[in-house]
């Protein structure tokens, strides 16, 4: 994901990511609008179409995951990762973002952490004719129990190796402090996660330890 940065080719961003999606649904480009919001305007443009097809091309997918990686926003980047879910299922679209976590670009890490939310989107017949007719969808689309411990181990390890504290706080902070959120297999993981936590100098840091861990000392 790193490679147009070592390539010399121009790096994406999010105007080319949702460039790419409009172009694929044969929206036109935006002429009247300057340049910085020619990508918000074209997600808008976007939004409404995406939702009402009943099926996504094979092809749409990585375009979709990118341009929801990239919005800079994490209250709209939901409009590409909605009609993912329904398409090509929850479990493939947040395995897409561990994967963007795991040997993503800072950027794209930051990106992926701000999508993972949206990636819990509840999923109803009436929301979009992507679900199977009849209301009945099959659960392998969206069981997704694995993935999301993937996640979770992930964002600890990047936790404890980044060196950026940003990423460490974008990383961390959105994880849970209940254990209980934590496969068995994670919790010595997770102890160490609290220890290094509990004696950070970054405050927020410090208070996500005493959250998930409050009679430590």
Request: hydrophobic share 45%; net charge neutral.
């Amino acid at each position: 994901m790193a490679e147009d940065e070592q390539s010399g080719i121009e790096p994406r961003s999010f105007l080319t990511c949702v460039t790419e999606v409009a172009r694929l649904l044969g929206i036109g480009d935006v002429v009247m609008e300057p340049k910085e919001r020619q990508a918000r305007h074209l997600a808008h443009a976007a939004r409404k179409p995406l939702l009402e097809r009943a099926s996504l091309p094979e092809k749409w997918f990585a375009p979709l995951m990118a341009a929801a990686v990239y919005d800079p926003d994490p209250s709209f980047c939901r409009w590409f990762v909605e009609p993912a879910v329904y398409a090509f299922g929850r479990r493939r679209v947040m395995a897409a973002l561990v994967d963007y976590l795991r040997v993503g670009t800072n950027a794209e890490r930051a990106g992926a952490v701000r999508a993972w939310y949206s990636a819990h989107v509840p999923v109803r017949a009436d929301r979009s004719p992507a679900y199977a007719p009849g209301g009945v969808r099959d659960p392998a689309l969206d069981e997704s129990q694995d993935i999301k411990a993937a996640w979770l181990e992930i964002s600890l390890r990047m936790f404890a190796e980044a060196t950026d504290l940003p990423m460490r706080h974008r990383v961390l902070l959105d994880l849970p402090t209940s254990r209980a959120a934590y496969p068995s297999y994670l919790h010595e993981l997770l102890e160490s996660t609290i220890a290094s936590a509990r004696v950070h100098p970054d405050p927020h840091i410090r208070r996500w330890a005493s959250a998930a861990d409050p009679k430590g000392v």
